[in-house]
């Protein structure tokens, strides 16, 4: 049986190279949060979440599918966390916990099953912005659906509360300006996705991250 350390060691290992390339974009700024930064926290109701976003919540992970693609959120240069858990009900007794190696939280590692339904094929296992699918089927998700399970505001206009044209928003794949619907990209592996809102940060990461 595969520990939860185990479990932990094996996602650290899935990451490959990453790099950063350096954009020109504007520079307008965000309206500044009234108390410290962005948050975004994980719902409370990550299955009721799940269902919304059109995916079956399941007992365990299933790996026949498993991808991974990579979300960096900016609000005026500053990184937004994506929290860890999201699609995953840490409630579960069934569901294991732990800390990363910089001490935040880790959700996974479900063996033996819950006894209902505790996990989404597309969640979050740590704040590393690594948005996980682990299916019975290859079929990619999309940046909406996590959204959705996010419990996020994403419209082609809005992030959250943040909206245009008060409000730049520029989105980024591997490093590229995506015009289109930013709820239809793909969750392909090793895709990077960046969200920037207001004033950009010095570069925009255009690779999945390494380590």
Same mark, same amino acid.
Do not use: E, K, R, S
């Given at each position: 049986m595969k520990t939860w350390g185990a479990y932990l060691l094996v996602l650290a290992?899935?990451?490959?190279?990453?790099?950063?390339t350096t954009i020109a974009v504007t520079t307008a700024t965000a309206p500044t949060p009234s108390v410290g930064a962005v948050q975004w926290p994980a719902p409370p109701n990550p299955m009721q979440l799940t269902r919304k976003a059109g995916l079956v919540p399941e007992t365990h992970e299933f790996l026949k599918y498993h991808v991974h693609s990579h979300l960096d959120i900016f609000v005026n240069g500053t990184p937004v966390v994506?929290?860890?858990?999201?699609?995953?009900?840490?409630a579960n007794p069934a569901v294991h916990s732990g800390t990363a190696t910089d001490g935040s939280p880790a959700y996974g590692g479900i063996d033996p099953p819950c006894a209902e339904p505790c996990i989404s094929?597309? #969640? !979050? #296992?740590y704040e590393d912005g690594i948005l996980h699918t682990e299916s019975k089927t290859a079929k990619p998700n999309t940046l909406g659906q996590f959204f959705v399970e996010w419990d996020v505001r994403l419209t082609p206009s809005c992030v959250g509360s943040f909206c245009k044209p008060k !409000?730049?928003?520029?989105?980024?794949v591997d490093g590229d300006r995506y015009t289109g619907d930013p709820r239809a990209i793909g969750l392909e592996n090793l895709r990077e996705i960046a969200v920037v809102i207001g004033s950009p940060p010095a570069s925009i990461p255009s690779k999945f991250p390494s380590g």
């Open positions: 290992l899935a990451g490959c190279g990453g790099g950063q994506v929290p860890a858990g999201i699609g995953i009900d840490i094929p597309l #969640h !979050t #296992h !409000t730049p928003i520029a989105i980024y």
